[in-house]
């Protein structure tokens, strides 16, 4: 039986290599969800830019000292016809394949919910592909709710 805790803390620029891979292994693992996606090479994130943004906050988790998970969480401008003005929006979040099933992007999902409540936000949301199931049952068992579906016509 493993005793290492996994820790989560702030992201730094020193954590920006190992970031920048769990992005393309994001990517990588989307593509077959939007065919929209552009070819190599794409970014989704400035990330160097969002771990400096003092209204973004960026985590890690760690474990025996190597970083196995991300995610953030930023703050968006709700619609006018909404009933809060601004929302906390989680993203980035990725769990490295060796380490999933034990409950890491939960523990990454409840410091940014501490996050975004610690600073004001009443509502906090997320997207994630309608086809992606193994991700949309991750997010239910730390209680999001499906809320809407976005529809496109290629043309």
Do not use: C
Not at 63 to 69: E, H, M, T, W
Not at 91 to 111: K, P, Q, S, W
Not at 120 to 132: A, C
Request: aromatic content about 10%; hydrophobic content about 40%.
């Amino acid at each position: 039986m493993s005793t290492s805790v996994v820790s989560i803390r702030t992201a730094t620029l020193e954590d920006l290599p190992v970031l920048l891979a769990f992005e393309q292994e994001i990517i990588k693992a989307e593509r077959p969800f939007d065919i929209t996606i552009k070819e190599d090479p794409v970014s989704y994130y400035d990330l160097g830019q969002m771990i400096q943004d003092s209204n973004a906050h960026v985590v890690v988790a760690e474990l025996d000292g190597k970083i196995v998970a991300s995610g953030y969480a930023i703050p968006k401008k709700a619609r006018h016809y909404l009933d809060h003005e601004w929302y906390a929006y989680l993203g980035f979040m990725y769990t490295d394949e060796n380490y999933r099933g034990r409950g890491i992007n939960a523990l990454v999902v409840e410091a940014l919910k501490q996050w975004s409540v610690e600073n004001g936000f009443k509502e906090i949301r997320l997207t994630v592909y309608s086809d992606n199931l193994p991700a949309i049952k991750a997010y239910e068992k730390v209680g999001f709710k499906k809320h809407i579906i976005e529809m496109r016509l290629a043309q």
